[in-house]
């Protein structure tokens, strides 16, 4: 056990309890700390020391392999953890603190099950990029419950996780354009704090809009039946009355 700065005690584990505790032979254990797959552990002397955090990533690490990743695959995707976002700065970019979305703790291993074999470092890049995934110590959060169930969904039916997020990056610039011509419709003919007020407004003009949207796409593909009017092609030019032959 030892002392952190804040007065809680950590559980610590040589290298032989951990590797029994996540139920790896040592050597195993040595050769994730070598490929880097592990963070350094804690030094005392020639004792190497490790905690609750070592023992959850390997257990993610396991995991992983379990669902047909590499061990390269899994190097690059914590890389790609470690630099991404932490929680806060999630909030800060896209004002989670006070979202209407509910945000969504994952481990690496759950997330990897929502999106069985598109997990790759280029999405997840793309995902921290967007600000859809934060880091929280060992954990994941999405930024919201919606659109994970959303993205699994679409995944599910066929679509390419890149092809989604690349979508999402679309839908996120047209979303914050209605959102700036929103709030100048209120601030210029009210005032500046009654967009908080009118904001499920303007969430029922989207949706209504793209209701009816795509009912036209929809409409507009669909195959003629039979009865169905014919539309004019096009305005129709008055007939010349011709001369009748001498």
């Known amino acids: 056990m030892a002392d952190t700065e804040a007065g809680t005690t950590v559980r610590e584990y040589r290298t032989e309890e951990l590797a029994e505790a996540a139920g790896i032979p040592v050597r195993t254990l040595r050769f994730y700390r070598e490929r880097k797959l592990l963070p350094p552990p804690r030094r ?15 257990r993610t690490i396991t995991a992983l392999l379990e669902r047909g990743h590499t061990l390269g695959g899994i190097a690059e995707l914590t890389a790609a953890f470690e630099n991404g976002r932490d929680v ?10 006070w979202s209407e979305e509910t945000p969504v703790r994952l481990t690496p291993e759950a997330l990897a099950d ?8 280029e999405n ?3 995902s921290l990029d ?38 999402g990056r679309r839908v ?14 209120i601030t210029e003919h009210l005032d500046g704090e009654a967009v908080t007020r009118l904001r499920p407004l303007a969430k029922s003009v989207v949706e209504a809009e793209l ?35 001498p």
Not at 44 to 58: K, M, V
Not at 174 to 185: K, M, Q, R, T, Y
Not at 214 to 242: F, K, S
């Open 124 to 126: 997840l890049a793309a």
């Open 44 to 58: 005392e002397g020639r004792i190497a020391w490790y905690d609750d955090h070592h023992l959850a990533r390997l």
């Open 211 to 245: 209701s009816m949207a795509m009912d036209r796409l929809l409409a507009a593909a669909r195959p003629a039946a039979p009865g169905d009017p014919v539309a004019p092609e096009g305005p129709q030019q008055p007939r010349t009355p011709q001369t009748p032959a």
């Open 172 to 185: 996120r610039e047209h979303a914050d354009a209605l959102a700036v011509l929103f709030a100048g419709l």
């Open 88 to 97: 806060g700065q999630l909030g800060e970019l896209l004002g989670i603190g």
């Open 114 to 121: 929502y999106f069985e074999g598109e997990v790759t470092p």
């Open 130 to 167: 967007l600000g859809y995934l934060a880091t929280d110590g060992d954990e994941i959060v999405h930024v919201s419950r919606r659109l994970l169930d959303v993205s699994s969904a679409l995944v599910r039916e066929g679509v390419p996780l890149a092809a989604v997020l690349e979508t």
